[in-house]
């Protein structure tokens, strides 16, 4: 017994020092030891992961860069930097780097989408995807993203008119009505199909909260993967608990697409089933871009109409633009609103503030290679990417960086355009806007004066709190309270 006590205080004493040897090596003689950060991130994963649980590591890695600058350590293998020059030093470069594997969610049925490929099969799956997002394919969607809309504006008027006997109670919900909206297009648009006709009637459903459990599910098994083995009991546990929701939601992905292609091959015969892109990747594609399409549309539209109700100046200058522009609801098409620079740059301050999906886009720095970012060079199999939340917030790259001002977006010869927004570096921003957005953005505008109400005597959201929000991949959505009032267009 004495041996045996002994021999456990000599390990225990060994793994004391070797756990010693090893904190004192990655602070001091590890190849990143000469990057700013805070020590603990420095020598474990675990605050990272822990912010990355809690859903706040946008924020807090906001906060780290504000302190420490533009490359800071945040763990004890990865740097994330706000250098803007640093979108072409890590994502061009040669030969180009590949993602993380730890970053990337495994595919539940085993095959990749566009998101998570790599290298051959990511140009494969995007050669067969390609023709989905050319203009011509835009167009000749836009008459589905224009019925959604159409649909949209009718169910805020059926709301609306609803009677207190009857459950109304005088405002709605935006980003519910928004979810509805972007999930009816996106899913008719992949799947050919809308899978829950929200915005029918008074319909109600819970799709737009169940695929955004995917993202936070997603966001949490991609954090425990660092922690083997510990991840796969843990792994074992998440998964039990979430396969009845992950199992449905597959089913009704699954169901829509065999009835598209089934449909396509009726249609057009059996060439159109042939493909260079496997079912199983069909499939995960689809089912990525309605957890995509549905989430990041759904953010930015709620952002910017919260960031234009807490700005009334921006939202008159919005409606003056739209109202003035078209005569008629009917007029707005989504080729018509092409054109509408403050719109643009209300969309553009909204993605900027807050991006729908304020994560890292890690890379791997391969051994041989030699990669220098904002005139640093960076060790080989070292961890580097860019917080989009970090660097479109970073007070050194943007005049008042916390602050709603569209007009930093617009053109130099644009009348409202503020020419102290000169000094923003526009290069540290990398927007993506396409789809349905602007068609249902402008219809709103035109048709309604959108009031914030008061809950005990008190706006929800005054003080920036509703900007606070939870993230996983994707910001959680929130209620968005309004009050519409019929407006109508200028003559």
Known sequence: M????????????????????AVIYLLCFHRLARYPGPRLWAISRIPWAYHVLKGDLWQTLLELHETYGPMVRIAPDELTTTAPGAWKEIYASRPLLLKDPYS??????????????????????????????SDKALREQARIMESYA????????????????????????????????????????????????????LNEHGWVKNYFFHAKFSAIRTALSRFSPLDKVLGLVLLGMTRKARQRNWKVITGALNRRLSKAKREKGPAAGTSTITPGETLSNGIAFVIAGTQLNTNVLSTATYLLLRHREKWDRLADEVRTRFAAAEDITVQTTQDLPYLDATINEALRIRHPTPINLPRVVPRGVSLVVNGQAIPEDVVVGINLQSIQNDSSLWVKPREFHPERFLPATHPLYESRFDTDIKEAFMPFSTGPRNC??????????????????KVPGADNDWLQQRAWFAFEPQPLWVEPVASAPKT
Request: one cysteine or more; a negative charge; proline letters at 2%.
């Open 150 to 201: 159409d649909s949209f504006m009718a169910r805020i008027r059926r709301e609306m008119a609803l009677p207190y006997s009857q459950g109304g109670i005088g405002m709605v919900d935006l980003t519910k009505l928004y979810g509805y909206a972007a999930f009816d297009t996106i899913t008719d648009l992949s799947l050919g199909e809308s899978l829950c006709d929200g915005l029918e009637g």
């Open 2 to 21: 004495g041996s045996f006590i002994i021999l456990l205080g000599v390990a225990a004493g060994a793994y004391l020092a070797y756990s010693i040897l």
């Open 104 to 133: 990337q969610t495994p595919a539940l049925n085993g095959s990749h989408s566009l998101f998570t490929a790599e290298g051959d099969t990511h140009k494969r799956i995007r050669a067969v995807l390609n023709h989905s997002f």
């Open 440 to 457: 249902v953005g402008n219809k709103v505008v035109w048709s309604f004066d959108l009031e914030q109400p008061r809950v005990g005597g």
